[in-house]
């Protein structure tokens, strides 16, 4: 296993691709610490890891208090002593039109998606820093590359977490800590089981593989970089999504 004796702080990590996550790099011996605001969803999942033999440790957080994630972080130095991955992935969308947003819709997306993994990230990397090796991996969107109708938050989000990415690889990189995104296209998750058929087709016309991404698939793109075989690549963006943008 490539990850024993490792610790991985995983945000969003109640269902979907979080999950997804914490289950591919935990396989490998990781010690997974899961955060979300969800306490439930939480604890089951911590249950199904734990019977499978992954280790893992439920802290329930918002991940936009700054406060809330820096005492995250000193839990898992008192208990652990290193964090040697962290991964980006909380979101949350709101969509509309840019006309008829609320402001309050605007806020809420940036600061989860964006302002979230600023927290994490500053809270972490000093102590990457200290360690001389670290891996942060930050879950990005195709829409942050390419926009879209109706997600004007959600697309600054997603290409804000891109830039915000590429300036910390640079400050980092010669301490030894890579940072990257993950861009996924539209993956099989309980969101996208939420929409009609009929907007499911529309998707997969875009898509030349002519079929949803599985959250597996980003789990494994999202271990490979936090590997040893990616210790030279940092400050990239890995789309993940069928051939929908190339």
Request: hydrophobic residues 45%; aromatic residues 6%.
């Amino acid at each position: 296993m490539i990850f024993n004796q490792k610790v991985s702080i995983v945000t969003g990590a109640s269902q979907g691709i979080g999950e997804a996550i914490a289950r591919e790099i935990g396989q490998e011996g990781a010690t997974i610490v899961l955060v979300d605001i969800l306490k439930e969803k939480l604890e089951e999942v911590a249950g199904r890891f734990e019977a499978q033999g992954i280790k893992a440790l439920p802290v329930m957080a918002d991940v936009t208090d700054l406060r809330q994630v820096e005492g995250v972080v000193e839990l898992v130095m008192k208990d652990f002593g290193r964090i040697d991955h962290l991964i980006n992935n909380a979101g949350v969308t709101r969509d509309s039109l840019l006309l008829r947003m609320k402001e309050e819709d605007w806020d809420l997306v940036l600061a989860v998606n964006l302002k979230g993994a600023f927290n994490f990230c500053r809270s972490v990397v000093k102590h990457m820093v200290a360690a001389r090796a670290g891996r942060i991996v930050s879950i990005s969107s195709v829409v942050g590359l390419m926009g879209n109708f109706g997600q004007a938050n959600y697309a600054a989000s997603k290409a804000g977490l891109i830039g915000f990415s590429k300036s910390l690889a640079k400050e980092v990189a010669a301490r030894g800590i890579t940072v990257n995104c993950i861009a996924p296209g539209y993956i099989a998750t309980a969101m996208t089981e939420k929409l009609s058929e009929e907007v499911k087709k529309a998707f997969l016309e875009n898509i030349p593989m002519k079929r949803f991404g599985l959250p597996e698939e980003i789990a494994k793109a999202v271990k490979f970089l936090c590997s040893d075989e990616a210790a030279y690549i940092t400050g990239q963006v890995i789309s993940v999504n069928g051939g929908m943008y190339m």
